[in-house]
């Protein structure tokens, strides 16, 4: 079992900065693909950031390319989401995901059902 939890959100104007952490339970973390996804009301959960396990691979989601950036630290157990340039349609509740199951080091991961452990989000309010 991997218990993922999220931290760092919070309220920020429009064009501030905010740096999210998930902290992973498991031993072999360093090993797992790992996503931040996002929900707003209303709306569906949709994918924000993908990493690969080694690292070397990431992929971002149109909206927040050139603003976001995933990275991790396989050391620590922690995956990050730097985000930059926030706006206000970026307020929603931001879940961290670990994929287990992986065999390629250079492959991201980029639909929810493709993820195996969820954490309990954390919100994410953006004002203008």
């Known amino acids: 079992q991997v218990q993922l939890v999220e931290s760092g959100g919070g309220l920020v104007q429009a064009g501030g900065s905010l740096r999210l952490s998930c902290a992973a339970s498991a031993r072999t973390f360093s090993i797992y693909a790992m996503g931040w996804f996002r929900q707003a009301p209303g709306k569906e959960r949709d994918v924000v950031a993908a990493?690969?396990?080694?690292?070397?691979?990431?992929r971002y989601a149109d909206s927040v390319k050139g603003r976001f950036t995933i990275s991790r630290d396989n050391a620590k157990n922690a995956v990050y989401l730097q985000m930059n340039s926030l706006k206000p349609e970026d307020t929603a509740v931001y879940y961290c995901?670990?994929?287990?199951?992986?065999?390629?080091?250079?492959?991201?991961?980029?639909?929810?059902?493709?993820?195996?452990?969820w954490g309990q989000g954390t919100q994410v309010t953006v004002s203008s």
């Open positions: 995901a670990a994929r287990t199951r992986t065999s390629d080091y250079r492959r991201t991961y980029y639909y929810s059902d493709e993820y195996e452990y």
């Open positions: 990493i690969s396990w080694s690292g070397v691979s990431t």
